[in-house]
C-alpha cells in the first residue's frame, strides 16, 4: 500500500488525488499509545544521553581552564568521564613521542597493567590497534582483542590488557594536534560489547580536550620557565650590600642610586664632590649625576653635560685605556695648560678648584659604560683602600644600569606574561562556549548546518533565505500496513535499519537531512553547502540508496515483510530557514518544489526513482533514464512529465 504524501510546506499531510486515493485501516488506540510511549521513552534516554555527555565536556573543559599547566588532573578527569559515561571498566592514556607511547594516566586499571605500561613504553605491534593509529591517526575499534593479530603474535601491551585486564572490546582514539600524533585514549569493555558512535564520538572529544590541555599546559610553562629565568637574572645581579638595597629600592631610578653612590664615596674617601659620566661617543661623555660640586661647575654642566676631555686629562686618559687613573696635583701638571682648543678639563681647575682627581671607569665585559669621578680640592692623593672603594661603587654603578634594563624588560614581559595568561583563559571559554553551542546546535538541526554555523561565528545562515536547491523525498512502500499489523517494537527496529543506511548515505553524498517522519525521509542540496551539481548529486545518491534499501528489502521480505521503495526528485527554487519555537527548531525547505518531490515520491512504484523535467535536464548525460508519463500532482497546475532513472551511464558524458 501506497503512503499518504509527505510535504513540508504545511504541518498536516496532503491527501491524494481522488485516482490514487487507497483505503487506510486506522491504528488501534493501544498500538498507537504504545508507540507513542516507546518514542518518548526514546527522546528522554536520548536528552539525557546528550546532556550527561554536555555536562561531561563542560566539566574537563572548566578542569583545563583551572588546571593551572598541569596536566594529570585533566587526564584523570577525562579517563574518569569516559568510563563512566560510554560505559567502560577501565582506561588508559598514553603520549606518543614518536617511537613509542607512554603511559600518563589510568582508571580503572589492574595494578599489575599499570605497573608493567609505567616500568616498558609500548612500540606496538605492526598489526596492532596502535599501530593503526599511527599509520591513519583515526580511532580504532576491535571487537574482541582475545582473537585478534597482535594478541596472538606477541605484542606484550595487547596481551597484557587481556592477561591482566581482562580486556575484551577495546576502543583507541588519537589525539592529534596539527596532523601530529600526541598520544591515544583507550578504554576497554570486560565483554565483547562494541562502543556506539556516539559514545566514539563523545571519546574524540575528550581527546580534542586532552590535546588543548597539552597545550595550555606547554603555554604556561614555557611563560614560567621565561618568567624563572628573568627573576634569577635580576637575583644574581642584585649585590647584598647597602647601595644595592637602595639600588633594589630605587625602581629603576638611576639618578637616586648614583646620587647615594656619589655621597657614599665623596664622605668615606674624604672627597670634595663627586662626578659620574656615562659615554656617548668614541671620545665624549654625558655628566648624569653630581655630588658636593661647587655651584659655577654645577651651573656649568648643567647647561653643558656632554664633555670631551682632553686625551691627557684624567678623564680622557679613562675613555682611551679603559683603566683607573689618579692625578695628585691637577693645577700643576703641564697638561692642564696644554688642553686643545674645543676639549673640556680647564674648567675644573677654574670653576671648581680641583686638585687631586681619582676617575674609575665603569666595565662591563670589558666594554666601557662610563666613569666614576670624586675630586680634592687640596693635594692629598687617594689610597689604595679609597680606590677600591670607588672601585666598588663603579661595578655598583653598573649594576644598577642593568638591573634597570632588566626591570624594563621584565615589566615588559610581566605585561606580555598577563596578555598571554588573558588570551589562554579566552580561548579556553571561547573553546567552551563553542562546544555548548555545538551540542545546542546539533540536537536541533542538521549537522551541515550546525558546523557551518560554529565555524562562521553567525547564525546568519538560520536566517530566511531563498535559494535554488534539488530535493529529494523517499519512503517505504507498504510501511502503513506493516506499522498497523506489526509490535511497535519490530516497527521501531525496521526504522533503526533504515534510518541508519538512509543516514549513513546522506552523509556520504553531502546531502542536507531537512527531517525525519517515520519513514519518509526529505534530503536537499545546495544549502547550506554549495553543491555543484545539485540535481546530479541527489540522482546519485538515489541510485546508491535503491540499491543499499534494496538489500534491506530482500532482509525484510525473508522475515514476511512485504515492503518496497520509492523516491522522488524534484528542483527548483524554495525558501529555507528555521522554523519552530525556542528550544526546539527546525531547518526546512518550503515551497513548490518539496511539494513536487514529495508527490513524485508517491507517484513512484517499489524501486523507482522519479524526476521532474528540469532535473531529468540536468542529468541528462550522466544517467539512463524512461519516461513514465504524465502525472496530475495535487498543488500542480499542469501535468508534468515524470521519468524513471534506469542507471547511470558514465559514457553518455564522454
Not at 481522488?18 to 521513552?41: F, G, L, V, Y
Not at 666614576?372 to 672601585?391: A, G, H, M, N, W
Not at 589562554?424 to 548546518?449: H, K, N, S, T
Request: glycine content about 6%; proline content about 5%.
Amino acid at each position: 500500500m501506497r503512503r499518504q504524501s509527505k510535504t513540508t510546506a504545511t504541518k498536516t499531510r496532503s491527501r491524494k488525488p481522488a485516482a490514487i486515493k487507497r483505503h487506510r485501516t486506522p491504528a488501534s488506540p493501544r498500538h498507537a499509545d504504545r508507540q507513542s510511549s516507546q518514542s518518548n521513552d526514546q527522546l528522554s534516554r536520548e536528552l539525557d544521553e546528550a546532556r550527561e555527555q554536555q555536562a561531561a565536556t563542560t566539566d574537563v573543559l572548566r578542569i583545563v581552564s583551572a588546571s593551572s599547566g598541569e596536566v594529570k588532573p585533566v587526564f584523570d578527569a577525562i579517563l574518569n568521564k569516559a568510563v563512566r559515561i560510554c560505559d567502560a571498566k577501565f582506561a588508559n592514556l598514553s603520549l606518543y613521542d614518536g617511537e613509542a607511547f607512554r603511559a600518563a594516566a589510568f582508571h580503572n586499571v589492574s595494578p599489575e597493567y599499570a605497573e608493567a605500561r609505567l616500568r616498558q613504553p609500548w612500540r606496538p605491534h605492526p598489526r596492532s590497534g596502535g599501530a593503526k593509529i599511527v599509520r591513519t591517526k583515526q580511532p580504532v575499534q576491535i571487537d574482541d582483542v582475545r582473537t585478534s593479530s597482535a594478541y596472538h603474535e606477541g605484542d606484550w601491551n595487547v596481551r597484557a590488557l587481556v592477561d591482566m585486564g581482562g580486556a575484551r572490546t577495546l576502543l583507541l582514539v588519537p589525539m592529534v594536534k596539527d596532523n601530529v600524533l600526541v598520544g591515544l585514549i583507550g578504554i576497554y569493555h570486560k565483554e565483547v560489547r562494541p562502543f556506539t558512535d556516539k559514545q566514539i564520538d563523545l571519546v574524540k572529544n575528550f581527546a580534542a580536550q586532552a590535546v588543548i590541555a597539552i597545550e595550555n599546559a606547554r603555554l604556561l610553562n614555557e611563560l614560567r620557565q621565561r618568567t624563572t629565568d628573568l627573576a634569577e637574572s635580576l637575583e644574581q645581579q642584585t649585590a647584598t650590600s647597602e647601595v644595592l638595597k637602595v639600588i633594589a629600592g630605587s625602581q629603576g631610578q638611576l639618578e637616586l642610586v648614583f646620587s647615594a653612590m656619589l655621597e657614599n664615596a665623596t664622605r668615606i674617601c674624604g672627597a670634595k664632590f663627586g662626578v659620574l659620566y656615562l659615554r656617548e661617543g668614541e671620545d665624549t661623555a654625558r655628566a648624569v649625576a653630581m655630588h658636593g660640586a661647587p655651584q659655577p661647575f654645577l651651573e656649568e654642566r648643567r647647561r653643558n653635560p656632554v664633555v670631551r676631555p682632553a686625551p691627557g686629562t684624567v678623564l680622557g686618559r679613562v675613555l682611551a685605556t679603559k683603566q683607573t687613573v689618579q692625578n695628585a696635583d691637577f693645577l700643576n701638571d703641564a697638561r692642564y695648560f696644554d688642553i686643545p682648543s674645543g676639549y673640556s678639563g680647564s674648567l675644573l681647575g677654574k670653576l671648581a678648584g680641583a686638585r687631586t682627581i681619582l676617575s674609575v671607569p665603569m666595565l662591563k665585559s670589558e666594554v666601557l659604560i662610563g666613569a666614576f669621578s670624586i675630586y680634592r680640592q687640596e693635594v692629598r692623593p687617594f689610597t689604595d683602600k679609597q680606590i677600591d672603594l670607588v672601585k666598588n661603587f663603579a661595578a655598583q654603578a653598573v649594576i644598577a644600569i642593568d638591573n634597570t634594563r632588566l626591570l624594563n624588560e621584565l615589566r615588559e614581559r610581566t605585561q606580555e606574561v598577563v596578555k598571554l595568561n588573558q588570551q589562554l583563559e579566552q580561548r579556553v571559554a571561547d573553546q567552551v562556549g563553542q562546544i555548548e553551542r555545538m551540542g545546542r546546535l546539533r540536537r536541533f538541526l542538521p549537522p551541515q548546518v550546525a558546523d557551518l554555523i560554529v565555524a562562521s561565528g553567525t547564525e546568519k545562515q538560520l536566517e530566511s533565505h531563498r535559494r535554488e536547491i534539488t530535493a529529494l523525498f523517499c519512503d517505504l512502500r507498504g510501511f502503513t500496513g506493516f506499522s498497523e499489523n506489526s509490535d511497535p517494537e519490530d516497527v521501531m527496529a525496521l526504522l533503526r535499519d533504515y534510518h541508519a543506511a538512509i543516514g549513513e548515505i546522506v552523509v556520504k553524498y553531502s546531502g542536507t537531512l531537512e527531517r525525519f517522519a517515520g519513514d519518509g525521509v526529505m534530503v536537499i542540496f545546495n544549502d547550506p553547502v554549495p553543491v555543484e551539481s545539485p540535481a546530479l548529486q541527489a540522482v546519485l545518491m538515489a541510485l546508491d540508496m535503491r540499491t543499499s534499501i534494496g538489500a534491506l528489502i530482500e532482509k525484510w521480505r525473508d522475515l514476511g515483510h512485504e515492503l518496497g521503495f520509492g523516491i522522488g526528485i524534484a528542483h527548483g527554487f524554495a525558501t529555507l530557514g528555521t522554523i519552530g519555537f525556542e528550544g526546539r527548531f527546525d531547518y526546512a525547505a518550503i515551497g513548490t518544489v518539496s511539494n513536487v518531490a514529495s508527490r513524485l515520491c508517491d507517484e513512484a512504484k517499489p524501486g523507482q526513482i522519479l524526476i521532474s523535467p528540469r532535473v531529468r535536464q540536468a542529468v541528462d548525460k550522466a544517467v539512463s533514464v524512461e519516461p513514465i508519463g504524465e502525472f496530475t500532482l495535487k498543488g500542480i497546475r499542469r501535468p508534468m512529465m515524470t521519468y524513471n532513472v534506469l542507471e547511470s551511464s558514465p559514457s553518455k558524458s564522454n
